[in-house]
């Protein structure tokens, strides 16, 4: 008796003991073919995920909108941001509409700009750039400048931010070249005096160096694991991501203002009376930042130049915070209400309350980020206490239990008495 034989329905490869083939309800498929399949399907899914999300850019003025829901004030960096990130976006629509289409001389090339983010620690510099990300709907990535080393010395390369955005575009490579990358302090890369060349500096100078080419576009080979790869034939083009660096700039401060008391302590005829009379917000003083200052600093004039783009967030007075105690659609305040909430408790805050845990954060010198601090502090033991009270239904804070004079209490649902806690603040 003769057995048939199996043939794969694709490539009419026979079925041995060595080739199994995957049996369907028609027919057979070798395992060859299934990995032709599986990349045709994938780069279908590539040119689909490169041009969808971007084809409906939101306009800046949406940009700014969908920004304010989230950031509270900073209105000259959300809106230098969304005009930045619009004709970013908007170049490239026009560039893939391009493709394929013959040249001519009169074309006008588009380049990119890059955006640096000045401002103390805590008043939103991270949030803005991954909000705007999420906004646009493309990859996203959050590099350390300070993990960075140059090529050659012990810890990452410049390049292994690729990797990273590669990853987080599920290794899309097509979708991963129009993504966002951030990278934070980038201020602790400025050299540390003008007369340190002589010396090696492979976390400052040496990094800014290594970062031009990537920051203003090149093509790096990249192997499956999103590593630099001198033999793989797919590469990562950078031309089109938006890279955005950002820092707090500790000391820039002391420069601007050095900049404009030039001349104030003169007297008689070097007396400048223009600058001798002008006042000077510092809470947004980083907004009269210039180029010179930032090479004062110690960014390199190269590093400077890959981001024309330059906008300030200032510091945040006790008004803003108190803001962004209430209004953003994630508002800490709305978060804290929301867990008390899953308790069955009724959190209450008093404006006077609200405006003394801003002015505690303002103490604490670290923004935005010194409210959670604060908050946790003032709610640690009610919320310990909480889960195992079955009676509780409400509790109100008010200014004195921000100041530390009264104890905080949850009060309960018999006349409103507050119920005992075994611990206390």
Known sequence: MTTSKTFCSFCNQEQTADI???????????????RLASRVVSSWG???????????????????????????????????????????YKRLNMESERTGMTTTDDQVEIDKSNILLLG?????KTLLASTLAR??????????????????????DVESILG???????????????????????????????TSHGT????????????????????????????????????????????????????LQAILEKRFNRGKNGIGFHVDPSQSDAEHDPLQLFEEV??????????????????PVITALHDLDEQALVRI??????????????????????????????TAVARDAIQRGTGARGLRSVMEGLLRNVMFEMPSLEDAVHCQIDEAHVNGEKTVKLMDNKENQPLPLSCKL
């Not at 999300?53 to 969304?82: C, H, M, S, W």
């Not at 103390?120 to 939103?124: H, L, Y």
């Not at 290794?171 to 980038?186: C, F, K, Q, T, V």
């Not at 290594?210 to 797919?234: F, I, M, P, T, Y």
């Open 200 to 251: 090696r500096d492979v976390s400052g100078e040496g990094v800014q160096q290594a970062l031009l080419k990537l920051v203003e576009g090149s093509k790096v080979k990249l192997n499956a694991k999103g590593r630099k790869d001198q033999n793989d034939e797919h590469a990562m083009d950078t031309r089109n991501i938006l890279f955005i660096a950002g820092g707090a700039f500790e000391g």
């Open 46 to 88: 590539r040119r689909r995920a490169a041009t969808k999300p971007f084809k409906q850019i939101p306009k800046p003025i949406e940009l700014k909108t969908n920004l304010d829901r989230y950031i509270v004030g900073q209105q000259l960096a959300k809106e230098t941001l969304a005009v930045a990130v619009y004709n970013h």
């Open 290 to 307: 210039q180029p010179e200052d930032l090479r004062h600093f110690g960014l390199i004039p190269e590093f400077i130049g890959r981001f």
């Open 164 to 194: 990273r955005l590669l990853d987080s575009a599920d290794g899309n490579m097509e979708l991963a070249e129009w993504g966002i990358i951030y990278i934070d302090e980038i201020d602790k890369l400025a050299r540390s005096g003008e």
């Open 135 to 156: 906004i646009v709907g493309v990859p996203f990535v959050i590099a350390d400048a300070t993990t960075l080393t140059q090529a050659g010395y012990v810890g990452e």
């Open 325 to 354: 105690l209430t209004e953003p659609r994630n508002a800490l305040l709305r978060q804290y209400q929301r867990l008390f909430e899953f308790e069955g408790v009724k959190l209450e805050f008093t404006s006077e309350a609200l």
């Open 120 to 124: 103390p620690s805590g008043t939103g």
């Open 20 to 34: 199994p083939l995957i049996a369907g309800v028609d027919g057979h498929i070798c395992e060859d073919c299934v």
